[in-house]
Nanobody, 115 residues
Framework: QVQLVESGGGLVQPGGSLRLSCAAS????????MRWYRQAPGKEREFVAF???????NYADSVKGRFTISKDNAKDTVFLQMNSLKPEDTALYYC?????????WGQGTQVTVSS
């Protein structure tokens, strides 16, 4: 049984930083693409970033240059370093693992950017 647990969210002022973590159990992440998504109140869930099995990355335009996704295969953990946070980054952040044919999601971690 695959489980994903996000952590690291919180309240931060505009311009601040947070580092989110997503710890997996039940499956090694080494050979899979991992993604971060977010969902703001009243909006649909949107893609934020992904990291491939080989470490290549891609980002939504809205976070490019501010967020960095990385992973620690030995710990089966994926990270999202978020810098220069803006109020519009406020959302519930989820990590995602897709193993054909199942999508796995964590419970999410809340990020609130406000002064």
């Amino acid at each position: 049984q695959v489980q994903l647990v996000e952590s690291g969210g919180g309240l931060v002022q505009p311009g601040g930083s947070l580092r989110l973590s997503c710890a997996a159990s039940g499956r090694s992440l080494r050979n899979y693409v991992m993604r971060w998504y977010r969902q703001a109140p009243g909006k649909e869930r949107e893609f934020v970033a992904f990291i491939s099995s080989t470490g290549s990355t891609n980002y939504a335009d809205s976070v490019k240059g501010r967020f960095t996704i990385s992973k620690d295969n030995a710990k089966d953990t994926v990270f999202l370093q978020m810098n220069s946070l803006k109020p519009e980054d406020t959302a519930l952040y989820y990590c995602n693992l897709y193993i054909p044919t199942t999508n796995y999601w964590g419970q999410g971690t809340q990020v609130t950017v406000s002064s």
